[in-house]
């Protein structure tokens, strides 16, 4: 390793390679590339957590759109083969990821750094934005902030989660309830909790899957399309399309279980057992959230440690949740209007019978 550059190519450790920085909840994260296009993208993606400048202790991702660096599986021992990726510890020490579609991505552990390398800008892009989730995400659980597996929305100071299976209606949901100026859209997909049961916003560009509803809604220009290894194209709306006002740390009140119906929308309440499954699925195991295995899962006893810590922190979290949080199962209709109409109503009742004065002869 060159002491000078960190075992940096020269250029990089120079900061001449164009890039940005992410800085989330004092977790940073320098992302480089030469090609602007898939810069541009990836930066567009966390604009709400763009920095001005970083720190040498960050996350670096660096991408370039290049030949896959195969050389790096030379001599390499192959941890595990899946369909989609196979796993490898190179002869220095540190992962390698080969994606049979054409991407090698090395991966230093020790210094938190990662070179993705592929002819393919989409798939660059794509692999990109997932590491960066993982290591991002794998550093914001050892501080505390754990992501679940729910949109999440705030009503008249009031915090709530709503979780749902992968395209389940989260996304609709919550644009919907961005027209109305009581609510404000906290996160899409992923949001944070804490220790305490406490919301912390996680606002990322929302997807939309081709054919939604949603897409008229938005000028052509605000889009950008998506291409995706094993799934259809989504196309991508800025996280201040929706809400350009998000708020700090929010209490959670609620949680809502989505269901689809062909009824008309309505919600029941549901008991803690089924609120605490739902809760082990989303939050506890992360069903859903983009830990993405191939870097979130490692072999060394080392990091047995963290990964306990991690376990334990989304256990309690999960518990917080559990005591403060009323649980419900929303059951939705076709027809998103009247599905926000229905929650508004719902909370609103909710809150005026919480602040509504004891009569006499009550417990207060």
Not at 61 to 70: F, K, M
Not at 176 to 192: I, R, S
Not at 341 to 364: E, Q, Y
Request: hydrophobic share 45%; charged share 20%.
């Amino acid at each position: 390793m060159d002491p000078e550059t960190n075992g940096l190519p020269r250029a990089a450790a120079a900061g001449s390679v164009p890039h940005f920085f992410i800085l989330a909840y004092g977790v940073g994260v320098r992302v480089e590339s030469a090609a602007a296009g898939l810069l541009a993208d990836l930066k567009e993606d966390f604009a709400h957590f763009a920095a001005a400048s970083g720190h040498d202790r960050d996350i670096r991702i660096t991408a370039r759109l290049q030949p896959p660096d195969l050389a790096l599986l030379k001599g390499a021992r192959r941890l595990v083969k899946t369909g989609k990726c196979s796993v490898f510890r190179t002869a220095a020490g540190a992962r390698a990821v080969h994606y049979p579609e054409g991407l090698v991505c090395e991966y230093d552990y020790a210094r938190e750094a990662g070179t993705l390398s592929s002819e393919d800008p989409a798939l660059l892009r794509e692999i990109a934005y997932l590491l960066i989730l993982s290591r991002l995400g794998e550093k914001l659980d050892l501080k505390g902030l754990h992501r679940i597996h729910a949109m999440a929305a705030e009503f008249e100071g009031d915090g709530f989660l709503v979780t749902a299976p992968v395209s389940g209606g989260k996304t609709t949901l919550l644009a919907e309830l961005a027209l109305d100026p009581a609510f404000t859209p906290l996160a899409n997909d992923t949001p944070l909790v804490d220790s305490r049961g406490d919301i912390h916003p996680f606002p990322l560009r929302v997807a939309l899957a081709a054919g939604s509803p949603l897409l008229a809604r938005f000028p052509a220009g605000a889009l950008r399309p998506f291409e995706r290894r094993h799934y259809p194209r989504k196309y991508l709306l800025a996280a201040a399309g929706l809400s350009g006002n998000v708020p700090g740390r929010t209490r959670c009140s609620k949680l809502f279980l989505l269901k689809k119906r062909a009824g008309p929308p309505h919600i029941k309440k549901i008991g803690r057992p089924r609120a605490a499954l739902e809760l082990l699925i989303s939050l506890v195991i992360g069903s859903g959230v983009p830990q993405i295995a191939e870097y979130f899962l490692r072999t060394e006893l080392s990091d047995l440690p963290a990964k306990l810590c991690i376990l334990l922190g989304r256990l309690g979290a999960a518990l917080a949740l559990l005591r403060n949080c009323g649980a419900f199962c929303f059951y939705v209709s076709p027809e998103p209007e009247l599905n926000a109409r229905a929650l508004k109503l719902f909370l609103s009742r909710k809150r005026t019978a919480s602040a509504a004065p004891a009569g006499p002869g009550t417990c207060p």
